[in-house]
């Protein structure tokens, strides 16, 4: 069976004038005679009454007391709504299709409510819907326990539903649509002449979506790299091809990838370093203070660790917790709130001379100090002052020529 995932995010559902240009994605794989299943994602963005953040600010109400459980059920109303929606315009086209809720299309989870994991898919009733000709429209970014919870798998989880549902039924390819025209080389919102990719590996993209660029969850890059199943993700509002994810050696075989020395950027907003000088302190202050952090589930980036102490930074949210730990310990850090880490990000960067010094030299011109650093071979961190931001990722852009990235035909 020649089988697609199609996975339209929220700004392309949020009207009418979009769900139409879903339509027509719809109809034009329908018409190649491919099977189709299609997972949407809750209607719209921030403020608008169908979106998971205004399901969110509900299940808010009442000083949090809503439990975990019925929060995730809340959350899970969202997609539920888009997919039915989505269905009354395809039977109204008549179109013949069938909506599910994750549970009901056999995605099974484990029951960490908010971040749940897939555990398995079972593909039976996908399958009977498939044969019987019907578009199945799946809810994304849910999942169901085995004792029938609603469960739901994190921000920006559709995309994990899209590639898991691909990776089960064994899909030719898993497109995801969005309101950008691909991968481009650095959040648009930010950087405004970032330039589309035409293809990129599994590696990379991860590497960026790891680092923050929201295009595509991370996790939902693994799963397809796991099964080899090829990924597009490209624009709703165009006929455009997108960018291509797949894995780096089928991209040089078709002599349409090479490894760049830098592909893109990627930063993370919200970031705090803290720094604890161990003078006359215990010799074992990097293991206390870790550990610390270990036993709290405070994850840590940039960690430096010197004779005389330890650097290192936390999210803006988890730094009030971290300072108080570091306080029980005994240790007054000095803390620098207000930072982002940008990250340059190439499968060829390996063993290339100079990447650090065109970093080096493009902030040094722009007057944007480095706090911190750190590197890969595929990656190198800079954590500036967030104020700076947008001039530190427009320098670097142009510093390695990204706004010269070339369309290239696929
Ligand atoms: P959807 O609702 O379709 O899932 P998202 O908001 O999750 O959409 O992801 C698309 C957004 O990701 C874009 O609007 C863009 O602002 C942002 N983004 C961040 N980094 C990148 C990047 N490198 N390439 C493309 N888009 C990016
Ligand atoms: N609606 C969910 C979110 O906003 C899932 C998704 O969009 O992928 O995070
Ligand atoms: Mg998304």
Same mark, same amino acid.
């Given at each position: !069976?020649?089988?697609?995932?199609?996975?339209?995010?929220?700004?392309?559902?949020?009207?009418?004038?979009?769900?139409?240009?879903?339509?027509?994605?719809?109809?034009?794989?329908?018409?190649?005679?491919?099977?189709?299943?299609?997972?949407?994602?809750? !209607?719209?963005?921030?403020?608008?009454?169908?979106?998971?953040?205004?399901?969110?600010?509900?299940?808010?109400?009442?000083?949090?007391?809503?439990?975990?459980?019925?929060?995730?059920?809340?959350?899970?109303?969202?997609?539920?709504?888009?997919?039915?929606?989505?269905?009354?315009?395809?039977?109204? %086209?008549?179109?013949?299709?069938? @909506?599910?809720?994750?549970?009901?299309?056999?995605? +099974?989870?484990? /029951?960490?409510?908010?971040?749940?994991?897939?555990?398995?898919?079972?593909?039976?009733?996908?399958? !009977?819907?498939?044969?019987?000709?019907?578009?199945?429209?799946?809810?994304? +970014?849910?999942?169901?326990?085995?004792?029938?919870?609603?469960?739901?798998?994190?921000?920006? /989880?559709?995309?994990?539903?899209?590639?898991?549902?691909?990776?089960?039924?064994?899909?030719?390819?898993?497109?995801?649509?969005?309101?950008?025209?691909?991968?481009?080389?650095?959040?648009?919102?930010?950087?405004?002449?970032?330039?589309?990719?035409?293809?990129?590996?599994?590696?990379?993209?991860?590497? !960026?979506?790891?680092?923050?660029?929201?295009?595509?969850?991370?996790?939902?890059?693994?799963?397809?790299?796991?099964?080899?199943?090829?990924?597009?993700?490209?624009?709703?509002?165009?006929?455009? %091809?997108?960018?291509?994810?797949?894995? *780096?050696?089928?991209?040089?075989?078709?002599?349409?990838?090479?490894?760049?020395?830098?592909? /893109?950027? @990627?930063?993370?907003?919200?970031?705090?370093?803290?720094?604890?000088?161990?003078?006359?302190?215990?010799?074992?202050?990097?293991?206390?203070?870790?550990?610390?952090?270990?036993?709290? /589930?405070?994850?840590?980036?940039?960690?430096?660790?010197?004779?005389?102490?330890?650097?290192?930074?936390?999210? *803006?949210?988890?730094?009030?917790?971290?300072?108080?730990?570091?306080?029980?310990?005994?240790?007054?850090?000095?803390?620098?709130?207000?930072?982002?880490?940008?990250?340059?990000?190439?499968?060829?960067?390996?063993?290339?001379?100079?990447?650090?010094?065109?970093?080096?030299?493009?902030?040094?011109?722009?007057?944007?100090?480095?706090?911190?650093?750190?590197?890969?071979?595929?990656?190198?961190?800079?954590?500036?002052?967030?104020?700076?931001?947008?001039? @530190?990722?427009?320098?670097?852009?142009?510093? +390695?020529?990204?706004?010269?990235?070339?369309?290239?035909?696929?």
């Amino acid at each position: !069976m020649d089988l697609i995932v199609q996975k339209f995010g929220g700004t392309s559902l949020s009207d009418e004038q979009s769900r139409r240009h879903v339509l027509r994605h719809i109809n034009r794989e329908l018409e190649a005679g491919t099977h189709l299943v299609v997972v949407v994602s809750a !209607m719209g963005r921030s403020g608008e009454p169908y979106a998971t953040d205004s399901l969110l600010e509900l299940a808010r109400l009442n000083g949090d007391a809503l439990p975990q459980r019925e929060r995730d059920l809340l959350l899970s109303c969202g997609e539920i709504i888009s997919a039915t929606l989505l269905c009354s315009l395809l039977c109204a %086209e008549g179109i013949a299709a069938v @909506a599910l809720t994750g549970g009901q299309a056999g995605i +099974f989870t484990d /029951g960490r409510y908010g971040s749940a994991r897939i555990t398995e898919i079972k593909t039976e009733r996908l399958n !009977m819907h498939l044969s019987e000709g019907k578009v199945v429209i799946v809810a994304g +970014f849910q999942g169901m326990t085995p004792d029938g919870e609603a469960t739901t798998l994190g921000r920006g /989880g559709s995309d994990t539903s899209a590639t898991a549902l691909g990776a089960a039924l064994n899909a030719r390819i898993v497109d995801i649509y969005t309101d950008v025209d691909g991968i481009l080389t650095a959040d648009p919102r930010w950087v405004n002449d970032a330039r589309p990719l035409s293809a990129v590996s599994y590696e990379e993209i991860c590497n !960026m979506a790891q680092n923050g660029a929201k295009v595509i969850h991370p996790r939902a890059v693994e799963i397809a790299m796991k099964a080899g199943i090829p990924v597009r993700v490209r624009s709703t509002f165009s006929d455009g %091809e997108g960018t291509l994810v797949t894995h *780096a050696q089928v991209l040089r075989t078709q002599g349409i990838w090479f490894d760049k020395t830098v592909t /893109g950027l @990627a930063h993370v907003r919200g970031v705090t370093q803290l720094a604890v000088i161990n003078r006359d302190g215990p010799a074992d202050v990097q293991l206390r203070v870790f550990r610390a952090m270990a036993s709290h /589930g405070i994850s840590v980036d940039f960690i430096n660790v010197m004779p005389t102490g330890v650097h290192y930074t936390v999210l *803006a949210n988890d730094s009030q917790t971290a300072i108080g730990l570091l306080r029980e310990l005994g240790f007054e850090p000095t803390v620098r709130d207000g930072c982002a880490k940008v990250s340059v990000i190439g499968g060829g960067m390996n063993g290339e001379p100079g990447v650090m010094a065109v970093i080096v030299e493009a902030l040094t011109n722009a007057g944007i100090p480095i706090l911190q650093s750190a590197d890969s071979n595929t990656t190198i961190w800079v954590l500036i002052s967030e104020h700076q931001l947008a001039e @530190a990722l427009q320098s670097l852009h142009t510093a +390695f020529g990204l706004h010269l990235t070339p369309a290239r035909e696929i």
